[in-house]
């Protein structure tokens, strides 16, 4: 190959290389599809240093799935304290069956990363219906807790993200 052509080539490569190490991080990307939750999204996802590293976007949807997982477990722990002092149905379903299932679906889509990406993205989506579940419960029993509605809240923005984030991987299918 000549000099020039040489040259031209590491030029053009460079140029790329630079472009991409200016452009946004890949969790600022799928906070911009977010809209008008894109600035939750982005003090979520930076209160984890890993995901604000990613740099590929299998390794960015494994890190907010273990969020997703991490944070869906904690607040329902919390829901269960909360059920101590106010044993309501309502409550205890949210504690138990809707939360049961929102940490279900996060462990499933990770389990499923790697395999079935549909399958991935479909319960990265469904670990929101827990929270949907829990506000329609507790809204029905009249039950007005922030701290329960602010849980809620997280957990489906973090079903949001994980949705969009598995969204970005290529279509793979088990079987």
């Known amino acids: 190959m000549k000099f020039s052509k040489l040259s031209s080539l590491l030029f053009t490569l460079s140029l790329i290389f630079i472009a991409q190490a200016s452009g946004h991080?890949?969790?600022?990307?799928?906070?911009?599809?977010?809209?008008?939750?894109?600035n939750c999204c982005l003090n979520l996802l930076k209160s984890e240093p890993?995901?604000?590293?990613?740099t590929?976007?299998?390794?960015?949807?494994?890190?907010?799935?273990?969020?997703?997982?991490?944070?869906?477990?904690?607040?329902?722990?919390?829901?269960?304290?909360?059920?101590?002092?106010?044993?309501?149905p309502a409550i205890k379903e949210?504690?138990?069956?809707d939360y049961d299932g929102v940490v279900a679906s996060f462990k499933s889509s990770l389990g499923e990363l790697r395999l079935d990406t549909m399958t991935s993205n479909y319960d990265a989506k469904t670990a929101g219906d827990g929270p949907t579940t829990c506000d329609t419960a507790l809204a029905n029993a009249k039950i007005h807790n922030?701290?329960?509605s602010t849980l809620n809240r997280e957990i489906m923005l973090l079903s949001k993200i994980a949705f969009l984030a598995?969204?970005?991987l290529p279509i793979k299918l088990s079987g």
Do not use: W
């Not at 890993?50 to 990613?54: G, L, N, S, Y």
């Open 25 to 38: 991080a890949l969790y600022e990307q799928v906070c911009a599809d977010m809209k008008e939750d894109q």
């Open 50 to 54: 890993r995901i604000t590293t990613a």
């Open 56 to 88: 590929k976007d299998f390794e960015l949807c494994q890190l907010v799935l273990e969020l997703g997982i991490k944070k869906s477990t904690e607040a329902q722990a919390h829901i269960k304290d909360i059920l101590k002092t106010n044993p309501s």
């Open 94 to 97: 949210c504690a138990t069956f």
């Open 146 to 148: 922030p701290v329960l």
């Open 166 to 168: 598995t969204n970005r």
